[in-house]
């Protein structure tokens, strides 16, 4: 697995509720098969390409009959509402599927579309969707980008991240903070 650099991860996860620049969405992902050995991989987007389709059709290619899969995916930004209905598609056409969705900030919260597509997400009964908190950033990074120093906590993460949830709260109704 080709890990993400130190300074791409900081820049593109970091949960700012103003993200100038950041103009492309990380997918950080794991994928376990029956509760055994994870794969672990990067996604971005490509041209208009958006990273959740890529990894989509990675997944597809990669997931075989009877096999029990949990896939968990680390997102810099929240699906698009042109990623949301696909991946609902992607885990309905996969019963033995489990998705669980972490995301650093909420991809035009504001947007009616966009929050239509999160609510869809957080209502599926195999998809959990979760803003990142300390301790997920943690573990992304030391997964994905493993350094040696361990992830230094930026300026105002967890009060970011209580934004973030507490706006996730009132588009989907559930606590976005409890476990999957």
Aim: aromatic share 12%; proline share 3%.
């Amino acid at each position: 697995m080709n890990g993400i650099p130190d300074d791409v991860f900081n820049f593109q996860f970091e949960n700012l509720q103003r993200a100038p620049g950041r103009n492309e969405t990380w997918l950080c992902q794991i994928r376990s098969v029956n509760g055994g050995e994870a794969t672990l991989q990067v996604f971005r987007n490509k041209g208009f390409e958006h990273a959740e389709e890529i990894c989509l059709r990675e997944n597809e290619a990669a997931i075989q009959g009877a096999d029990r899969y949990e896939i968990t995916w680390y997102l810099s930004w929240s699906s698009s509402e042109r990623c949301a209905p696909q991946i609902i598609t992607f885990v309905e056409q996969h019963p033995n599927v489990k998705l669980n969705i972490f995301v650093s900030r909420l991809f035009h919260h504001d947007s009616e579309p966009h929050r239509e597509g999160l609510r869809a997400l957080s209502q599926h009964e195999r998809i959990g969707l979760k803003v990142m908190t300390l301790t997920d950033f943690q573990d992304c990074f030391d997964r994905f980008v493993g350094e040696g120093n361990g992830f230094q906590n930026w300026k105002d993460l967890a009060g970011n991240s209580a934004i973030y949830a507490a706006i996730l709260e009132g588009i989907t109704g559930a606590d976005p903070r409890l476990a999957f």
